[in-house]
């Protein structure tokens, strides 16, 4: 193929869309796999459900992860930077008294945590929050 | 692995009927993630707690699977509502097929 002056810039833009969409966490698109495996690419409503989460975790090891999501029946959490996004899932029972709990997790990097929760009628509602990692959690 | 496994659970002794109350668990596990590599280079075999349930009288309250990314001692807090007297049963799966369980019993007025 002939390369014209027209299509190198072509490509050359092309490159730089890549490069800037690379410059999200290396693991992302695992997690957006994982996310639509759960949801069936449906819609996702925010602001429904809360997460707690530290704004700095100086140990990736144990990082406290909190959730209340009234209503739901079903949250998973995922962690975007991790080498598999899948963190949990918590069902809940009919003895449960609140959709909420609290537990630690690993985290490999600085990355967003994301919890998913399947409502009661079977839509879908997200939250999301970044957690800055000073020591990884995943031993080399 | 089966040793050193010890579960922790924290259950209030009284409580009045349909009162929400909070349960804290902890088991002792290495969670060990498949990620690691020992100092030869070669993968450490994954070994975890892969679930979690915690019942009322046969009733479930929550059950929650986990993934490597759970940290070592997995520990969950939750909320339940306890309509009658009776016992809390907790039971954590192993990835080798061990299951550890533990009861609390709550006395309702």
């Not at chain 1, 693991?27 to 690419?41: C, Y």
């Not at chain 1, 975790?57 to 209503?71: K, M, R, Y």
């Not at chain 1, 079903?74 to 809940?92: C, Q, S, Y």
């Not at chain 2, 039971?91 to 097929?97: A, E, I, K, L």
Request: glycine fraction near 8%; proline fraction near 5%; aromatic fraction near 6%.
């Amino acid at each position: 193929m002939e390369m014209t002056r027209r299509k190198l810039l072509a490509l050359g833009s092309g490159t730089f869309v890549l490069a800037t969409l690379s410059s999200l966490p290396a693991f992302a698109t695992l997690t957006d796999d994982a996310i639509a495996a759960l949801t069936g690419g449906a819609d996702m409503g925010e602001g429904a459900i809360t997460l707690t989460a530290p704004e700095i975790a100086e140990n990736g090891n144990t990082v406290p992860i909190a959730f209340d999501a009234p209503g739901a029946a079903e949250v998973t959490l995922f962690a975007d930077g991790n080498p598999v996004p899948n963190v949990a899932t918590f069902k809940f029972g009919p003895l449960s008294a609140s959709r909420s709990a609290s537990t630690r997790i690993r985290l490999a990097t600085t990355q967003n945590v994301v919890a998913i929760a399947k409502m009661e009628d079977g839509s879908f509602q997200m939250a999301k929050a970044n957690v800055k990692v000073t020591i990884g959690g995943c031993g080399g | 692995m089966a040793s050193g496994v010890k579960p922790r659970v924290k259950v209030p002794k009284k409580a009045a009927a349909g009162e929400t109350i909070t349960i804290k668990t902890l088991i002792s596990h290495k969670m060990e993630s498949g990620q690691r590599k020992d100092d030869d280079g070669n993968v450490i075999p994954r070994s975890i707690i892969n679930r979690f349930t915690a019942d009322f009288n046969g009733e479930n309250v929550i059950d929650v699977v986990l993934e490597p990314a759970v940290s070592t001692n997995p520990y969950f807090q939750f909320e339940a509502v306890v309509p009658e007297s009776g016992e809390f049963k907790f039971t954590w799966y192993d990835d080798d097929g061990s299951v550890y369980d533990t009861a609390k019993k709550i006395t309702v007025s």
